[in-house]
């Protein structure tokens, strides 16, 4: 996970792309994965196929289902100014 932006957005990605278990806290832990990982064809090769997998169910690699968030959230902000309402939360 780490304390820098990068190190937070990778965790966020992986848990996001189904593959929590590449997440690591520290350089050491993300060294020895990497070692482990290249030492063993069979475990790369089924994280591999789990992420090929994930890809179709995934929200994370749903883009026809972002688009239509992020244009019914704008649509939404946009309605709320021509009203006169002030910024206001809401989920999509």
């Not at 997998?53 to 902000?77: C, Q, S």
């Amino acid at each position: 996970t780490g304390t820098s932006f990068a190190g937070r957005v990778a965790s966020g990605v992986l848990r996001a792309a189904g593959l929590p278990e590449l997440v690591t806290s520290s350089l050491t832990q993300y060294e020895g994965l990497a070692l482990a990982l290249a030492g063993d064809p069979g475990r790369l090769a089924a994280l591999k196929l789990r992420l090929e997998r994930e890809r179709d169910r995934a929200p994370l690699f749903d883009n026809a289902r972002f688009t239509g968030n992020i244009e019914a959230a704008f649509l939404r902000m946009w309605e709320n100014r021509s009203a006169g309402k002030k910024p206001q939360a809401f989920a999509v």
